[in-house]
């Protein structure tokens, strides 16, 4: 005789199997609302990130031991709160430190924030550009380099003073403007005052080579004494082709112990270049830079110079000419003389030319 069939237990294994595709159907459900959402979230977080674009273009400098916060709030600055707040969020979440990301960083015109987030936690700084043109005096120089720099103008010039740094470059604290060479140099903004007087003296023993040097040791003259030559050269006249021989008549006039007289220095000594004329009691301000008190060299340059103006000292061509007065004409070159009869001669000329000019 056959068996019956157990139905109830046939009945329970159906209504397992029922159960078991339903629950699974449910967890597939469940991890594809999850993978979804996910994906929203997703694309509502680095979708801004990578399809918005910055502007402009843009320097961001990160001060040292910078927060987050710190950072956004100097892309803020250049590139606006919205763009700023998704690099901050691309920072909170990749959790960038930023306390060693002290230096400036270019970010480009069209960068997406997740790219300037890289650039500015990962990326190379962006050099600075500092541009030395006839600055006149190291305090004017230290407060040109340090408002482009990350430090103080006052540190600045205290390197610059610093006897044992001038050593290894045979200056003195008076000397220190000599340093500078006219020229564009290249430094990171967080340099330190120490790392960009060594990048500028690089350049100065670049120029002082050998060959400088000795055509300088053949006039007797020490190259900071050849840079302060140049410097009243440069005040005295902004013809490249009249200044070997104003070079060459200063050079006359130390060889012969003469005062150098030069105007320029006494515009130095008062601290006032828009003087037009020079009068009487101007020359007698009390200052070892007044050249019509005191014999010889001033003690350093009044401005910095280009390369072209020390070599027109170092190969100033020979003549005898130890007077110089500016042409009436205000052409901007001079008139030499040999003798001080001619030389008030044209000194008269000239001072007639002002009063017809009503120049004080």
Known sequence: ??????????????????????????????????????????????????????????????????????????????????????????SKIQGTDYTKRHGAYMIDSGVSPFIAQRKLSQGAQHPVNIVI??????????????????????????????????????????????????????????ASPLAVAEKVGANYKKVWNKERIEKAERLGLTPAQVVTIA??????????????????????????????QADPTVKFALGDFSLRRIRGEHLKVDSPYNTYQV????????????VADIDAVLDAPEHEYIYMCAKDDFSGYHSFAKDYNTHMQNARKYQMALNRRNIN
């Open 1 to 90: 005789m056959a068996k019956k069939p157990n139905r109830k237990k046939n009945g329970a294994s159906s209504t397992t199997d029922v159960g078991a595709i339903l629950s699974k159907k449910l967890w597939i459900t469940l991890l594809v609302i999850v993978f979804v959402l996910g994906g929203i979230i997703l694309l509502y977080i680095f979708l801004p990130a990578v399809a918005n674009k910055s502007e402009t273009q843009a320097i961001i400098k990160i001060p040292a031991n910078a927060t987050t916060e710190m950072v956004r709030d100097s892309v803020a600055k250049y590139l606006g709160d919205k763009y700023a707040s998704k690099v901050a969020l691309m």
């Open 231 to 260: 410097s009243i050269i440069d005040e005295e006249t902004n013809k490249k082709d009249e200044k070997p021989m104003v070079a060459r008549l200063y050079l006359n006039r130390l060889k012969k112990g003469m005062k150098l």
């Open 295 to 306: 014999t010889g060299l001033p003690p350093g340059p009044i401005r910095t110079v280009t």
């Open 133 to 190: 043109n006839g600055a006149r005096g190291a305090d004017i120089v230290s407060k040109r380099i340090s408002s482009k720099l990350d430090f103080t103008a006052d540190s600045l010039f205290n390197q610059l003073h610093d006897e044992g740094f001038l050593k290894s470059y045979g200056l003195k604290p008076s000397e220190a403007l000599a340093l500078f060479i006219d020229d564009t140099y290249q430094v990171y903004w967080d």
